[in-house]
């Protein structure tokens, strides 16, 4: 059993910062790969970061240059900062992890075994 505690949602003007945190214990955070996925009601799931084990990253095209995704592995958290809001942003973010034996950087939703309840982000025009 997997248990998420992610925080950081909330409403915000556009251009606007928010910055969301995810953690959970019952896996070895060490030998977890995490990404952070959104969707917004009609539209198509969309993993925006990811980073792996070992600190790698990667971000979709949407995310380039205004997400970034950081984690503490002495606190068992990972991060999504993210800046220069847009309305297209809006959208339930969900924490996800990848837990195996090899270290990936991927934003894949299927290679992500344990997902959070997520955080609603709003950004408003």
């Known amino acids: 059993e997997v248990d998420f505690m992610e925080s950081g949602g909330g409403s915000v003007q556009a251009g606007g910062s928010l910055k969301l945190s995810c953690t959970y214990s019952?896996?070895?955070?060490?030998?977890?790969?995490m990404g952070w996925s959104r969707q917004a009601p009609g539209n198509e799931s969309e993993m925006v970061p990811s980073i792996s084990r070992d600190g790698k990253t990667t971000y979709a095209d949407s995310a380039k240059g205004r997400f970034t995704i950081t984690r503490d592995n002495a606190k068992n958290v990972v991060y999504l900062q993210m800046n220069s809001l847009k309305p297209e942003d809006t959208a339930m973010y969900y924490c996800a992890a990848h837990w195996g034996d090899y270290g990936l950087v991927t934003l894949l939703p299927k290679e992500y075994n344990y997902w959070g309840q997520g955080t609603q982000v709003t950004v408003s025009s």
């Open positions: 019952e896996f070895s955070f060490d030998d977890s790969d």
